[in-house]
C-alpha cells in the first residue's frame, strides 16, 4: 500500500512538472509543444538503444553493457561501406556483419562462460565492449563520418494555423520515429507469438531447464544477439544521421541505463516509454527547470539534460525496483 | 500412446543399459563402475543415502554429465556423449530436484515449451500468423491441454507458476516434461518435501503415465514406502558403487543395503 502511495506521489509530481510551464504560463503552447515533439524524438533514439538492452537481457539474463559499442559499430560500418556502395546495400552488408558478431560472441565469451554468474558475464560483456569498440576503430578509423539517408535535414512547419508561428520538426526524426514503432512491433509479435520467442523468454528463466526440454541454448544466443546487433544497427544508423557516427555515439548509449531501470529490464514496451519518458523529461527539464534554477538560485544553469535522467532512474529504483514494466519475481524463503 | 497396457504390463526390452560408469569431479568420486538396465515400461528406482550418486546417474542419462569410463547404450545403440539438447531429441524428459520452471510464464507456457521440439513452422510463418502456423499451434496446444487434462491442473493455466504452491509447481515440472511425449523419463525426487496427500496424488500420477503411455520411468526417491509400492526394479547406490539391484522384495532383504541404511555394527 505505502509503496502505492508513493507510487501515486512521484508520478503526480513527474505530471505537474510536465504541465507546469503551460499552466504557470512559462511557455507559449507552440513552443511548448515543440519541446515535447523534441523530447519525443530523442526519447525514440533511448528507446532503441535500451531496446538492445531489453533484448539480451530478457534471453540469457546477460547485463549487456557492449550494447553501445555495438551500435557504434554498426553505424561505423554503414557509414564507411556507405562510401563505396549504395546506402541499402551497406546496411544489408551490415546486418551480416552484426549477425557474424553475434556468432563470433557466441562461440568466443558466452559458450566458454555458461552458467556462470551473472557477474561473470557482465565481467565478460565489459571486455566485449572495449574490443569492440577498439576493433572498430581499427578497422573503419576514428574520424567522424556522415551517413546521408537522403532525407531532408532542414525542419518543415506544421500546424501553422493552430499555433502562431507553427511548430517546427524534422523528417528525419518522423523516419525514426517510424523505424523505432515498425521494429517494436515485430519484435513483440516476435517473443509472444513463436516458438522461439518462448524459447527465449524460457532461456531467460533457467539455462538448465531449458536445454533439458530441447531448447539448444547456443543457438538461442546467437539468435538473440544477432537481433540486438540489428537493433543496434537501426539505431546507429538513426543516431549518426542525426549526429554523425563518431565515438560519442557508444557514451551516448549510457543514456538507455537509466531507460530500463525506469521500463523494466526485460519489458520491450517498458523499454520504449522508458525512454520516451527519459527524452521529454530531459528537454523539458532543461528548457523550463534550468531557467527556474537561474533565477531561484542564481546558479549558471545548463546541464540538467545530463544527469536528469539518472535521477529520475534513481527515483524509480526506490519506488519500483522491477521497473514500470518488469517481470514482478516472487520469491519463495 | 499406447493403452491397453493395464494390469498385465509387459515389460519390454532393455532401452537403456549403462556399462562399468565412472564419474569423477576432481577427487570426488561420484559414481564407480555403476552397471544398471532400463527396460521398456518399467519403472524403475535409484535409491541410496545422501551423496549416494543417484543425482549423479540422472545426470549421465540425461548428458549433463560425461561419464569418464563406460558406456551408455540406448534404444540399441551406443551412444556417444551427449548433450542434454541431444538427449531431448533423443526422447529423454526430465523433471528436476529443485524446481526448475521458467517463473515468470505461465503455467500454459511452461508446458508450451515442452512442445518445442516438436513444431516445425518457420519463424516468420509463426509471426505472421500464417494459417499453417496456427494450425500447428493449435494442434500443439491441444495435446498440452491433455496434459493438463491429465495431472489436473485446469485452473491454473494463466497462473504465473512462480504463484503455484510447491506440491503444484512440482506437477507443472512434470506437466512440462510429459508434453515431450518422451520415451524415457526421468524423475528426480518427485515427491520432495510434499505432504502425504500431494505425494499420494504424485504416485498416482506416475502410475498413470506409465500406465496409460507406456512411458518407461527412472525416478530417484527417498520415501522407502512409495518406491515399495511403485517400482518394478529398484537399484541401490552407496558412495557411488551399486550395492544392490533387483525387485523391492529383493532389495528389502538384501543385507548390504540394510547395512547401508541403517549402519553396520564394528
Not at chain 1, 535500451?50 to 553501445?68: E, H, M, R, T, W
Not at chain 2, 569423477?24 to 543415502?49: C, K, S
Not at chain 2, 529443485?98 to 515449451?113: E, Q, Y
Not at chain 2, 529383493?250 to 547401508?260: E, L
Request: charged content about 15%; some cysteine; overall charge neutral.
Amino acid at each position: 500500500m505505502k509503496r502505492n502511495r508513493n507510487l501515486i506521489i512521484l508520478f503526480a509530481a513527474l505530471l505537474a512538472g510536465l504541465i507546469a510551464p503551460l499552466v504557470t504560463g512559462a511557455s507559449g503552447a507552440g513552443f511548448y509543444t515543440e519541446v515535447l515533439l523534441g523530447g519525443l524524438m530523442a526519447g525514440v533514439l533511448y528507446s532503441l538503444v535500451a531496446l538492445g538492452f531489453v533484448l539480451i537481457f530478457k534471453a540469457s539474463g546477460v547485463f549487456n553493457f557492449a550494447q553501445g559499442a555495438m551500435v557504434l559499430f554498426a553505424a561505423l560500418s554503414v557509414a564507411r561501406m556507405a562510401e563505396k556502395m549504395p546506402l541499402w546495400a551497406a546496411m544489408l552488408l551490415a546486418v551480416v556483419i552484426m549477425v557474424a558478431l553475434a556468432f563470433v560472441i557466441e562461440r568466443l565469451v558466452l559458450r566458454p562462460l555458461v552458467n556462470q554468474d551473472p557477474v561473470v558475464l557482465l565481467m565478460a560483456t565489459l571486455g566485449v565492449t572495449y574490443f569492440v569498440d577498439g576493433f572498430g576503430q581499427t578497422v573503419w578509423g576514428s574520424d567522424i563520418y556522415e551517413i546521408d539517408l537522403g532525407i531532408a535535414k532542414e525542419p518543415v512547419m506544421i500546424l501553422g494555423q493552430l499555433f502562431e508561428g507553427g511548430i517546427l520538426i524534422n523528417k528525419d526524426d518522423v523516419a525514426a520515429t517510424a523505424a523505432a514503432a515498425l521494429l517494436v512491433i515485430l519484435l513483440a509479435l516476435f517473443f509472444q507469438k513463436t516458438k522461439t520467442g518462448r524459447a527465449l523468454r524460457a532461456v531467460a528463466d533457467d539455462h538448465l531447464a531449458a536445454q533439458s526440454i530441447g531448447i539448444p541454448l547456443n543457438r538461442i544466443w546467437v539468435i538473440v544477439w544477432s537481433l540486438a546487433g540489428i537493433v543496434a544497427l537501426v539505431a546507429g544508423v538513426v543516431w549518426g544521421a542525426k549526429l554523425g557516427v563518431q565515438f560519442s555515439i557508444s557514451q551516448v548509449a549510457l543514456k538507455a541505463l537509466p531507460v530500463v531501470i525506469l521500463g523494466g529490464f526485460t519489458s520491450i514496451p517498458g523499454a520504449i516509454i522508458g525512454g520516451l519518458i527519459i527524452g521529454v523529461g530531459e528537454k523539458m527539464a532543461e528548457v523550463f527547470l534550468g531557467p527556474v534554477m537561474v533565477k531561484a538560485f542564481d546558479l549558471a544553469g545548463g546541464g540538467i539534460e545530463n544527469w536528469f535522467a539518472y535521477v529520475l532512474a534513481l527515483l524509480f529504483l526506490l519506488v519500483l525496483p522491477e521497473g514500470l514494466f518488469g517481470e514482478k519475481h516472487i520469491d519463495r524463503v | 500412446m499406447g493403452g491397453g497396457l493395464s494390469n498385465g504390463k509387459s515389460i519390454g526390452d532393455v532401452v537403456l543399459d549403462l556399462q562399468d560408469i565412472s564419474l569423477a569431479f576432481g577427487g570426488v568420486r561420484a559414481l564407480q563402475g555403476v552397471t544398471f538396465d532400463v527396460r521398456e515400461h518399467e519403472i524403475r528406482a535409484i535409491i541410496g543415502p545422501n551423496g549416494a550418486g543417484k543425482s549423479s546417474m540422472l545426470n549421465v542419462i540425461n548428458g549433463v554429465y560425461h561419464p569418464q569410463q563406460g558406456t551408455v547404450s540406448y534404444l540399441g545403440a551406443k551412444r556417444h556423449d551427449v548433450n542434454t539438447h541431444e538427449a531431448a531429441v533423443q526422447g529423454i524428459a526430465r523433471t528436476f530436484q529443485n524446481i526448475a520452471l521458467f517463473k515468470g510464464m505461465s503455467v500454459l507456457d511452461n508446458i508450451m515449451t515442452g512442445r518445442n521440439l516438436r513444431m516445425k513452422s518457420g519463424l516468420l510463418a509463426q509471426a505472421f500468423r500464417l494459417p499453417s502456423a496456427e494450425r500447428e499451434e493449435l494442434q500443439h496446444r491441444e495435446a498440452v491441454e491433455q496434459v493438463i487434462d491429465f495431472l489436473e491442473i485446469q485452473a491454473y493455466r494463466k497462473t504465473p507458476v512462480g504463484r503455484l504452491p510447491y506440491g503444484l509447481q512440482k506437477r507443472v515440472d512434470l506437466a512440462r516434461a510429459l508434453a515431450m511425449e518422451p520415451k524415457l523419463l526421468l524423475l528426480d525426487e518427485p515427491m520432495a518435501g510434499m505432504n502425504v496427500e500431494e505425494k499420494q496424488d504424485m504416485c498416482r500420477f506416475i502410475l498413470d503415465v506409465n500406465d496409460q503411455f507406456g512411458t518407461t520411468i527412472v525416478l530417484i526417491e527417498h520415501d522407502m514406502g512409495v518406491v515399495m509400492d511403485i517400482s518394478d526394479r529398484v537399484i541401490v547406490l552407496d558412495y557411488g558403487r551399486k550395492i544392490g539391484d533387483g525387485t523391492p522384495e529383493q532389495v528389502r532383504g538384501n543385507q548390504a543395503v540394510i547395512d547401508a541404511y541403517l549402519g553396520v555394527s564394528h
